[in-house]
């Protein structure tokens, strides 16, 4: 067999050997799941999957209808269920509040609440998993009567400096209250700079930042918003004055640089499947840990089509996972952690 050349563009050079067929046959590697095994490219784990979850108090937990399949979680259902993620080997958990209507305000006070529902559900979880690692949202939206992830200015405007001002005293609580990571969430410039600082004066020098640093504006987050009860605050409002353009790419590795370089360990791609380019684009010039989040409306599409016998649950979740890892997601944000984690252990028993 010798070389007689490459084929293929510049960027994914393929030799082709002298007469390549029957001496190649592609198919021989796929022909038993032995060889299949030996040539796997990735390889999705328990360890790569944080659960977001949702909590809430009182009448507010229960079933989402949005999310079939997804609960807001009282804290001693929480507790349960950050047991069971720690025993599978699902290393984080993602946490969601729902506030109650009283609670929320235009200027989303409630997310500085020392006695709040986060710092409450954090202090709970560390009890019951203490080797499960937290991850809070930053962002006021669960806060805001309005819905916005941030305080609107005279004209309605989302103001970025006022709100990273009330960011970062959400990041230093969460923090303070024994989160591992805080996540800003919001998309206001300069947050992860300000966090940083803030954190580092405090001595929380091992406080995580994971940044959500390419984050869409996406429709694909509405079931999330519902089971938040964030939508009908929002109404007919967008979130496009801070949330990027689906239509762009360099944009995104922009706003990845900026939070690398205002102090964000682990940046992140949002939504998840649609935005597999960024992922990979972002991988490949950063080099750096990246997290992708398969979003409320890619979970409840699956869902509704598996309902409805259309979809094979495994088979379709476990494909779009290790989809998401391929294309350079490190860490997977999923609704389906925990099944897929169990998944997981039954395949390699
Ligand atoms: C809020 C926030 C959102 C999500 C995570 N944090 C919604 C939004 O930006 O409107 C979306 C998660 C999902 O859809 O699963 N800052």
């Given at each position: 067999i010798r070389y007689i050349g490459v084929t293929g563009v510049q960027t994914c050079a393929i030799p082709i050997l002298a007469g390549a067929y029957p001496l190649t046959r592609p198919r021989r590697l796929r022909q038993a799941p032995f060889v299949r095994d030996l040539v796997r490219e990735t390889r999705l784990s328990a360890g790569n999957l944080v659960q977001p979850l949702f909590v809430a108090e009182g009448d507010l937990?229960?079933?989402?209808?949005?999310?079939?399949?997804?609960?807001?979680l009282t804290l001693e259902a929480l507790c349960e269920t950050a047991q069971r993620l720690q025993t599978?080997?699902?290393?984080?958990?993602?946490?969601?509040?729902?506030?109650?209507?009283?609670?929320?305000?235009?200027?989303?006070?409630?997310?500085?609440?020392?006695?709040?529902?986060?710092?409450?559900?954090?202090?709970?979880v560390k009890q019951a998993a203490p080797q499960l690692g937290v991850i809070v949202d930053i962002a006021l939206d669960p806060y805001t009567t309005h819905g916005h992830d941030g305080l609107l200015d005279a004209e309605g405007?989302?103001?970025?400096?006022?709100?990273?001002?009330?960011?970062?005293?959400?990041?230093?609580?969460?923090?303070?209250?024994?989160?591992?990571?805080?996540?800003?969430?919001?998309?206001?410039?300069?947050?992860?700079?300000?966090?940083?600082r803030v954190l580092e004066r405090d001595g929380l020098h091992r406080t995580l930042i994971l940044s959500y640093a390419a984050k869409y504006a996406s429709a694909f987050y509405g079931p999330f918003r519902d089971a938040v009860g964030s939508s009908a605050n929002l109404g007919k409002a967008g979130k496009q004055t801070y949330q990027m353009d689906p239509a762009n790419t360099d944009e995104a590795l922009r706003e990845v640089a900026l939070d690398l370089d205002e102090g964000a360990d682990?940046?992140?791609?949002?939504?998840?499947?649609?935005?597999?380019?960024?992922?990979?684009?972002?991988?490949?010039?950063?080099?750096?840990?990246?997290?992708?989040?398969?979003?409320?409306?890619?979970?409840?599409?699956?869902?509704?089509?598996?309902?409805?016998?259309m979809l094979d649950e495994r088979g379709v979740l476990m494909e779009a996972l290790t989809c998401l890892h391929r294309a350079g997601s490190d860490i997977i944000f999923t609704y389906y952690a925990e099944r897929a984690a169990r998944w997981l252990r039954e395949s390699q028993a």
């Open positions: 937990a229960g079933p989402i209808t949005s999310m079939p399949g997804c609960d807001r599978l080997g699902v290393p984080a958990i993602a946490l969601f509040p729902v506030i109650p209507q009283g609670r929320k305000s235009d200027r989303g006070e409630e997310a500085l609440n020392p006695e709040g529902l986060v710092p409450r559900a954090i202090a709970a405007y989302v103001d970025n400096d006022a709100t990273v001002e009330v960011l970062r005293k959400q990041a230093l609580l969460y923090a303070r209250s024994g989160a591992d990571m805080v996540a800003p969430s919001d998309m206001m410039d300069g947050r992860v700079g300000e966090i940083r682990i940046v992140m791609v949002k939504p998840g499947l649609p935005y597999l380019d960024i992922i990979r684009r972002v991988k490949d010039r950063f080099g750096v840990p990246v997290a992708a989040y398969q979003v409320s409306g890619e979970y409840s599409m699956m869902q509704a089509a598996i309902a409805r016998d």
